[in-house]
């Protein structure tokens, strides 16, 4: 039965059902305004939900922040180490047997929890961690998390910071390391579909706070499926993109652009920006959510790095500290 004739079915009687307060009861209109658009539409990428996401993806990222923290405080006894000794993040790193890279997102993310404060390049305990992170204080909580050390993602965190080598997709046992999982059809468009739904909100909050007036020809490297590159091009009319992915990405990149009605607009192009030069002819890189899982060893010899070198000249240092500009 239809949903219009459901909504007109009587009783014998020839009365619609009422509810339990003699009060019709009618359905709510299913509204399918955003489910075609997202297909079949480049306004699905000017519009906005009526609600914010944000909370709903801090959940998620939220279980990522709750396994560091136990692997910096069960594992590393960070806290009570920097209750002695105030440092800067190389002397950090050689203290505990870590690497710069994961050392400097673990700190930055501290910072934000509200554990460490930074002066002057300079880490230090808050209140709130010397009181309740630091193992000699009589409030320490570290036993409440040592039940996760053992659990894999904490782990992985916890090898990541020893050896500065990627970990696998979700800590799967059997699953091969994220840049060569890609190469796999079936994991490319998981993966791709994970980043795609994030990126319909808050492509649109980049493609806002972008001056691009002045520019031209936009290029995304390692854009995944081309849903930031659209979103851009929806708010800046004059823009033209391409989307730098390897394959089998840029296969799925192609079928979301054009699924989006961008294919006039933003093309994409096969390559590896640790192979090969970047393609030339464009006035501006994006650069989003791609460094900040590579070791340093491959991030220095990407096609990348010369224009990654010059974004940091420009990041604000209160809110993002090189080299974490992959997270701008």
């Known amino acids: 039965m239809g949903f219009a004739a459901g909504r007109r079915k009587q009783h014998a009687g020839g009365a619609r059902s009422p509810d339990f307060e003699g009060v019709v009861r009618r359905k709510p209109r ?26 709903i993806y801090r959940c998620r990222d939220g279980l990522y922040a709750a396994d560091l923290l136990a692997a910096a405080l069960v594992s590393l006894d960070l806290f009570t180490w920097l209750n002695d000794h105030p440092s800067e993040p190389g002397a950090i790193c050689l203290a505990l047997g870590i690497k710069e890279r994961p050392t400097d997102v673990m700190l930055t993310l501290f910072v934000a929890m509200g554990f460490l404060r930074r002066d002057n390049g300079i880490f230090s305990l808050t209140d709130l ?14 036993p409440y ?30 699953e091969k390391e994220w840049a060569k999982a890609m190469e796999d059809d079936a994991f490319a468009s998981q993966f791709t579909a994970a980043m795609d739904c994030r990126g319909v909100y808050l492509g649109q909050a980049v493609a806002k706070a972008l001056d691009l007036r002045n520019r031209k020809q936009l290029l995304d490297i390692a854009g995944g499926s081309g849903i930031y590159a659209c979103c851009i091009v929806a708010h800046h009319p004059h823009l033209q993109a391409t989307v730098f992915e ?6 799925i990149a192609r079928n979301a652009v054009a699924k989006r009605g961008c294919a006039g607009r933003v093309s994409v192009a096969a390559g590896d920006m640790f192979a090969e030069a970047l393609p030339a002819g464009y006035d501006v890189h994006l650069i989003s959510n791609v460094l900040h899982d590579v070791p340093s060893s491959r991030f220095h010899a990407a096609a990348c790095w010369p224009c990654t070198t010059r974004i940091s000249t420009r990041t604000n240092p209160a809110r993002c500290t090189w080299p974490n500009i992959r997270r701008c």
């Not at 390897?246 to 296969?251: A, M, W």
């Open 30 to 55: 299913f509204q399918p305004r955003v489910v075609g658009l997202k297909l079949r539409s480049v306004h699905f990428l000017t519009s906005q939900p009526t609600t914010d996401p944000t909370t």
């Open 129 to 142: 961690a010397r009181e309740h992170l630091v193992k000699t204080s009589p409030w320490f909580i570290g």
């Open 145 to 174: 998390y040592a039940s996760l050390k053992e659990r894999p993602v904490c782990r992985d965190f916890l090898s990541v910071l020893r050896t500065d080598k990627p970990a696998n997709w979700g800590s799967l046992k059997n």
């Open 246 to 251: 390897k394959p089998p990405v840029d296969k």
